[in-house]
């Protein structure tokens, strides 16, 4: 079955640091990759996505690149800033078909400090 | 901008009570699912709902559990007798035909004492 791992947590970081959150994942076909985040106590927000070996996906000065041959998608940010401060989920799902169920990794908690 | 939204915010039950959690999806969507985070863990999917018949579901979605589109907005989620390991936050998501993302409610949290 699909699955998705996420590095170790929790993460913390001071304002303006480089971030890395490492996620790489196993699947049976060719999954569309997303990065998912959750701020303290309310839901999930789709972050960026990816849904095709070498798609770069970004927002909000987050990226992450789908890499098939390493089976990853690893998050960036260059320079973090207090509000980041959340739970980042990355996660897959394969296609379009009527099921497509996320599946989803452990989460990874940041904390930026000022 | 369009949302998913949730109601109750939170829910608190006796255990072997039945629940009624509730779920207005993005309007022009066509898919919906289910998921749950229990405290600290990772998210779960539970159940996917598309042309009024569920499209798959997971281990966890036992008979206890049911969903429902009732009307053209509402889509619900019963848990009919509910256990103490039912405690969980639970998200409704939604998604529109031919594209990836599935957008996701703010979540009921479901407290069973």
């Known amino acids: 079955g699909n699955s998705v791992t996420q590095m170790e947590g929790p993460v913390t970081l001071s304002e303006e640091a480089f971030l890395t959150i490492n996620c790489t994942y196993t699947?049976?076909?060719?999954?569309?990759l997303f990065w998912y985040v959750q701020y303290p106590g309310e839901g999930l927000q789709l972050l960026l996505k990816a849904t095709k070996a070498d798609d770069k996906g970004s927002n909000k000065g987050f990226e992450a690149t789908y890499r098939k041959e390493t089976t990853s998608f690893h998050l960036e940010k260059g320079s973090v800033q207090v509000s980041d401060s959340a739970v980042y989920f990355c996660?897959?799902?394969?296609?379009?078909?009527?099921?497509?169920?996320?599946?989803f990794g452990e989460g990874t908690q940041l904390t930026v400090n000022p | 901008e369009p949302e998913v939204t949730q109601t109750p915010s939170h829910q608190v039950t006796q255990m072997g009570q039945e629940v009624i959690l509730r779920c207005v999806p993005i309007s022009n969507h066509l898919y919906f699912y289910w998921y749950r985070q229990i405290l600290g863990q990772k998210v779960e999917f539970l159940v996917s709902?598309?042309?009024?018949?569920?499209?798959?579901k997971s281990e966890i979605f036992d008979d206890q559990f049911s969903v429902e589109r009732p009307d053209g907005s509402n889509f619900t989620l019963k848990i009919r007798s509910t256990k103490l390991e039912d405690s969980a936050m639970y998200f409704c998501?939604?998604?529109?035909?031919?594209?990836?993302?599935?957008?996701f409610g703010p979540g009921t949290r479901l407290t069973v004492t």
């Open positions: 996660a897959l799902s394969e296609g379009l078909a009527s099921g497509s169920r996320l599946t």
């Open positions: 709902f598309y042309n009024n018949e569920i499209s798959e």
């Open positions: 699947a049976t076909g060719y999954p569309s």
């Open positions: 998501a939604s998604r529109a035909r031919s594209t990836y993302e599935q957008y």
